[in-house]
């Protein structure tokens, strides 16, 4: 069986961020600025056909009810359960320009930009620039041209 389960970073072109989702537990998130994936819990689910709890995509650490904390009449010994339950049977398609994960009715879908970077050397009218600070600017995305 394939492994599912990888994180990959979806990232705006140009952008020193990214939103990382795809490996279990809290290990993704949107990082701005960071050399890592941001370690958040990223919930993405729903409430369960049953009573009391929610289901979702496993990308977060287990969640206990913590209303008994400040509930006095819950403060018995009772075990603490979990509030969100991750899915089981989860299915994924990683693609160059998206990401879709899906189990039973619920899809969930990351769309990311990919563009082609030109040859510097190939492009025409290139010598009009004469530092590498000018060539890396006309390679830079242009908010008219996205």
Same mark, same amino acid.
């Given at each position: ?59 977060? @650490?287990?969640?206990? /009810?913590?209303?008994?904390?400040? #509930? $006095? ?9 979990? &509030? ?10 990683? @693609?160059?320009?998206? /990401?879709?994960?899906?189990?039973? #009715? $619920? ?9 082609? &970077? ?29």
């Amino acid at each position: 069986m394939k492994n599912i389960f990888f994180n990959a970073h979806h990232a705006p072109i140009g952008a020193f961020s990214s939103f990382t989702l795809g490996f279990r537990g809290a290990k993704g998130g949107l990082g701005l600025e960071l050399g890592k994936p941001a370690d958040q819990n990223v919930f993405i689910g729903l409430e369960s056909k049953k009573d009391g709890y929610y289901e979702a995509f496993p990308f977060f @650490k287990g969640v206990e /009810d913590e209303s008994a904390r400040y #509930d $006095i009449e819950k403060a018995t010994a009772e075990p603490k359960r979990e &509030v969100i339950v991750p899915f089981e049977n989860i299915g994924r398609d990683y @693609k160059l320009c998206s /990401d879709k994960f899906w189990v039973d #009715d $619920i899809t969930y879908t990351i769309y990311s930009q990919a563009a082609s &970077v030109p040859d510097p050397d190939k492009l025409q009218n290139l010598s009009e620039f004469d530092t590498q600070a000018e060539k890396k600017y006309i390679l830079t995305p242009k908010k008219d041209k996205i």
